[in-house]
């Protein structure tokens, strides 16, 4: 480890009282060391993963870690705090902070020493030596390994700690020890992937339960021996990430939690696997991937792991929305090219399997017209089918597809499509939880679970709330269809506010997943709500391109390398590309593109702009009713928003052009904001 940390990356007097400013002074001197090359970058690829999820672990710990190609060597830089930063743990501060920088394509050498560290972290003795140590040079060969720890009787290879009561039981009694299996993975497999390792490790240990684990970080992983599994008496997941070969678990008692509970309180969920393998629950895993089964996932998460319920309803419907997109993106820009090459009225054309002239305009545009509403077609079996996986995998596809059928038989459109992709991943989730005979559980994905919910969903859907839905749907089509005024603008400010606030995120992709609805079944009104989404998500990518070509000293050199690429971006319907900025500076740069956002909405709802295609930028111009009006709220909104952020970030101190270039490296102490 003696190439990762030096005392130069140590700091034992950390000043810092908050999280970003802790991982900005740790990351300048990973600059200072040469081992990062654009600090804003590199802060904005921590930030992105402390977003995921908090890093902030039990015991005064927090872990900032990323995987960056700002970073060219493997780097930890270690801080510790007097007043200690809050990074999200449950019991309070963290005093002990590491920031672990590797490389986008670290080696696996590395990966391996960097998961070691974490496994360390997990030693009371190596944490405490670290609060003692008053040497930046001693506590760095700590870190690396190179100065052993004190510790009142080192174990030898193959002992155990002293046993907890369950463990003197079993030894009393002289029967096997209870086996459990576990996996353990998060989202940059660096850090705490290992650390619910050893944790779970040590609490069986500690309790007397065999268990072994295997890690699915990021160099990959080394599957647990079949007979190891076959002999387990329950399963453990800690994990952020799927599991890879679930079906290999089939047929256990499983604990499904988060991988900070793997770490925080292993001796819970080892107690909790013994009360399930008592009562005899049994996971129903599938064999082709392991579909999420009653112990899987969000379903199966409980307590303190289970997220609100509202985060989980918004993970459900994103889920849908994510594989309905390239449906509507097809179908819609070829029904959008139709409209172009044979006006609107081809959509009324017959059927090209019947009439196809080779050498007409309109036969093409027919048939390119027919092929997009086919894909079309899809939109709402689709949305539903993948809502209701998202909720409880491969079981739901097809009571999730059979429910978005009979929402369009009904008429219930859109809104039918997301109720019944719920209802369906519901019903699987109770069918999944209802203990089943041994010889049943390896028909229940394929048969029996489709069965049973497709006939109820069914029910639901055509007997008891489609109609329901269907009314709901007609009278928002109606309120479309009526929009004037201060209405429409209210509806474009709101739209546009939505589209710019995180800028390709959640609420991003509800305004785009409520104007893609429209869609489905075009008005006037809807088309409307489709132009001023579609307007409103080229503006911040555009205002930061425009801001960083008129006041180049207010950013670093990497990003008005980013600018130059905003104008593609912007230009293309990329709402992401502005993203680089917004996580650099978000209290300045995200109020900025909402504002221009909210005035480019509210123009195009006024100028009473329309689009047909589900997608913006410039190759749909074509398309667009009132396109010269529609350009000018673009232009508008970029305005605003450019001028926003240049007198914002004006408004702070700051160095002559040539602090751009030094931003780079780290020496530009005129930013004084980081990602958050």
Request: net charge negative; glycine share 12%.
């Amino acid at each position: 480890m003696s190439e990762l940390i030096t005392a130069e990356l140590v700091d034992l007097d950390l000043s810092a009282a908050t999280k970003d400013a802790a991982a900005r002074s740790l990351a300048e001197r990973m600059v200072a060391a040469h081992r990062v090359t654009d600090l804003d970058g590199f802060l904005a690829d921590v930030a992105a993963r402390e977003a995921q999820m908090p890093t902030g672990l039990d015991g005064g710990i927090g872990i900032p870690h990323c995987r960056s190609e700002h970073v060219n060597a493997p780097t930890l830089a270690f801080g510790r705090s007097a007043a200690g930063i809050d990074f999200g743990a449950a019991d309070g501060p963290a005093d002990l902070i590491f920031l672990i920088a590797a490389p986008a394509g670290a080696d696996d050498d590395h990966l391996t020493i960097l998961s070691g560290l974490a496994r360390r972290l997990m030693d009371p003795e190596f944490t405490a030596a670290l609060r003692a140590g008053t040497d930046p040079a001693a506590v760095a060969a700590l870190i690396r390994g190179e100065e052993p720890v004190e510790e009142p009787a080192p174990e030898a290879e193959g002992t155990e700690p002293e046993a907890g009561p369950e463990a003197k039981a079993v030894e009393a009694a002289g029967s096997a020890p209870f086996r459990i299996v576990a996996v353990t993975s998060c989202p940059t497999g660096i850090a705490h992937t290992y650390m619910a390792a050893e944790s779970l490790a040590a609490a069986g240990r500690a309790e007397g339960v065999e268990v072994t684990v295997e890690t699915q970080g990021s160099g990959g992983f080394k599957k647990l021996d079949p007979a190891v599994v076959a002999a387990a008496d329950a399963v453990i997941w800690a994990h952020d990430v799927e599991v890879r070969e679930k079906a290999r678990f089939r047929g256990k008692p499983l604990v499904d939690v988060g991988v900070k509970a793997g770490i925080n309180r292993p001796a819970e969920l080892i107690a909790e696997a013994r009360r399930k393998a008592e009562r005899g629950e049994i996971a129903a895993v599938s064999e082709a991937d392991g579909g999420k089964g009653s112990g899987d996932g969000e379903a199966g998460r409980s307590g303190a792991d289970q997220a609100h319920f509202g985060v989980r309803l918004r993970t459900y419907l994103m889920s849908g929305v994510s594989y309905m997109v390239p449906f509507v993106a097809a179908g819609g820009l070829l029904i959008a090219l139709s409209f172009a090459i044979g006006g609107y009225e081809i959509a009324s054309a017959k059927s090209v399997a019947d009439h196809f002239v080779w050498g007409e305009a309109d036969s093409w545009a027919a048939l390119l017209n027919q092929i997009g509403s086919a894909a079309f077609g899809f939109l709402v079996p689709v949305l539903a089918g993948y809502i209701a996986y998202g909720m409880a995998d491969r079981p739901a596809l097809v009571p999730g597809f059979v429910g978005g059928a009979i929402a369009l038989t009904v008429n219930a459109g859109f809104l039918g499509g997301l109720v019944a992709g719920l209802l369906a991943g519901a019903v699987v989730m109770a069918i999944q939880r209802v203990p089943v005979h041994a010889t049943l559980r390896g028909i229940m994905p394929v048969l029996v679970i489709p069965l049973i919910a497709s006939a109820v969903v069914g029910f639901l859907m055509f007997i008891v709330v489609g109609k329901p839905i269907a009314s709901l749907q007609s009278a928002l089509t109606d309120w479309l269809n009526g929009l004037s005024g201060s209405n429409a603008v209210i509806l474009g400010v709101v739209l546009g506010l939505m589209m710019c606030f995180d800028m390709g995120g959640p609420l991003n992709k509800v305004a785009y997943a409520f104007a893609v609805g429209g869609l489905a079944d075009p008005t006037d009104g809807s088309l409307k709500v489709m132009a001023a989404v579609m307007a409103a998500g080229m503006v911040p990518p555009l205002a930061m391109a425009l801001a960083t070509t008129v006041r180049k000293k207010l950013f670093t050199k990497t990003e008005r390398e980013n600018g130059r690429a905003a104008w593609v971006l912007g230009a293309s319907f990329i709402t992401e590309g502005a993203i680089p900025f917004a996580a650099a500076d978000p209290l300045r740069v995200i109020p900025s593109v909402m504002a221009g956002g909210a005035v480019t909405g509210a123009l195009s709802m006024t100028f009473g702009a329309t689009l047909r295609a589900p997608h913006g930028g410039a190759f749909v111009v074509p398309l667009i009713g009132e396109p010269f009006l529609y350009l000018l709220a673009i232009a508008a909104g970029t305005l605003v928003a450019t001028a926003l952020v240049v007198l914002l970030k004006g408004a702070r101190r700051t160095a002559p052009d040539t602090a751009g270039e030094a931003g780079a490296t780290g020496s530009d102490d005129s930013r004084v904001t980081v990602a958050v």
